[in-house]
């Protein structure tokens, strides 16, 4: 019996607001400070380069393969398989990435909620507290204090459940094509005042100086495949979820090429946002979300006008977390609308409330319900090692297996827009082989197999 297949209306306005939309889900967080660390650990400018070969060569076809399984299916991201090949166990593919967004979902809104937090923090001035140690004894009493932890975490359901409920056009395009200018313009203002600072060289450098021996490390190649293959966002069915509102006449290829390069050039202003600032203040720059609530702040007392930094950061920082909680929110509410035939409005308030009701213990997972033992993993970081680690490289592998054998040649290449000839030959097996083999690479050195 195969899964109800609801009759498909609502479609991005452009290939301007589709790409919008995209970037909006694949930027986040993480993207603002891991990438640039990743890239100074792992050989600079030589990881540069092997980083826009993985994207190109292994982030460019799985994208183009999920845009093109969305917009041939025009239906939700688990009702999309079973159309496209009923057999077990390829009709069960969709919901490795349905499960990742709302494992996803328990947590991500958590940490904005951190970054709506200190934006409050900065507007209102109460975010100055004196000396290095009042800003690390901040950060904790944040993640600490339930009520504060619970309030800023369901000010970000509730924003993103109403962008969602408001329904593709009039709610989550709309949203993309003003928040995702605001954010490429405060992105790009603070690179640029970034790049006056002492440090800019130091950071540039830190960034960009290829270390040519990085390519004769195995892990070196690795690290850049996996940040090539999560920084877009792939796997979680967001990307074929939107890709059902593709319209047809938009090539798939040309618009899945602009958002990997979209997406990596975010990455790279962000590290001349912040390590500029790192460098000249004497941080240590090898930190992961301590460095932007516990030592940042320091860096934005001492800096002239540090506080309309610190605004302009953490606003950016905001609309990130809120377009990707919009866009892991819009895959599962899409297969609940599919399956029960429900308005949006009822599917995206449930939805969100069972979200919502998730990611209370791992809101409180740092207070009252934080691990017993000093050095025990909390909620959020077990559950963050789950999906990165399992659901979305598995998601990954399934994809590819599914478009590159069970998926008709001839018609996944029409769908992908690809004429016959060697360019859809060699898109089709590099998901028959390639992406296979180098995802589950990737997913071993993760799991500590290799």
Known sequence: MSEPRPEKTSQWTSGYAFLLAALGAAVGIGNIWRFSYVVGENGGGAFVIVYLVAVLALGWPLLIAELAIGRSSRTDAVSAFAQISPARPWRWVGWIGVLACIAILSYYPVVAGWVVNYLWRYLDGS??????????????????????????????????????????????????TVL??????LLVLLAAYGLTLDGAGRALSFLFTPDWDA????????????????????????????????P??????????????????????????????VFTYGVDPAQGPTLVFAV??????????????????????????????????????????????????????????????L??????????????????????????????????????????LMAGWAWHSDSARHAADFSVGVVGLAW????????PLVIGLVMAQSLGWL
């Open 359 to 400: 990611g209370v213990p791992v809101a409180l997972g740092y207070g009252v319900l934080a691990p017993a033992a000093t050095d025990g993993a909390s909620l959020l970081d077990r559950i963050d090692h789950f999906s990165s680690n399992i659901l979305l490289p598995a998601s990954g592998i399934a994809v590819a």
């Open 127 to 176: 975010a100055a507290l004196p000396g290095p140690a009042g800003y690390s004894a901040q950060f904790e009493t944040v993640i600490a204090d339930p009520g504060q932890a619970l309030f800023f975490f369901s000010f970000v359901m509730v924003a993103t459940i109403a962008i969602v409920a408001a329904g593709v056009e009039r709610g989550i395009e709309r949203a993309c």
């Open 215 to 246: 390519l004769r490390r195995p892990a070196t190649y690795l690290a850049a495949i996996g940040q090539a293959f999560f920084s877009i966002g792939l796997g979680m069915g967001v990307l074929i979820t939107y890709g059902s509102y593709v």
């Open 296 to 357: 940042l702040p320091e860096v934005f007392q001492v800096m002239p006008g540090g506080r309309w930094i610190a605004i302009a950061f953490f606003l950016l920082l905001f609309i990130a977390a809120l377009t990707s909680s919009v866009a892991l929110l819009e895959v599962p509410v899409a297969w609940v609308i599919a399956r029960w035939k429900w308005h949006r409005g009822r599917a995206a308030l449930l939805v969100g409330a069972f979200s919502l009701a």
């Open 180 to 185: 995702m200018p605001v954010f490429v313009l």
């Open 428 to 435: 089709l097996w590099s998901l028959r082989i390639t992406l």
């Open 248 to 277: 047809a006449r938009e090539n798939l290829p040309r618009a899945a090429l602009l958002l990997v390069l979209g997406d990596s050039l975010i990455a790279l202003l962000a590290g001349l946002m912040i390590f500029p600032a």
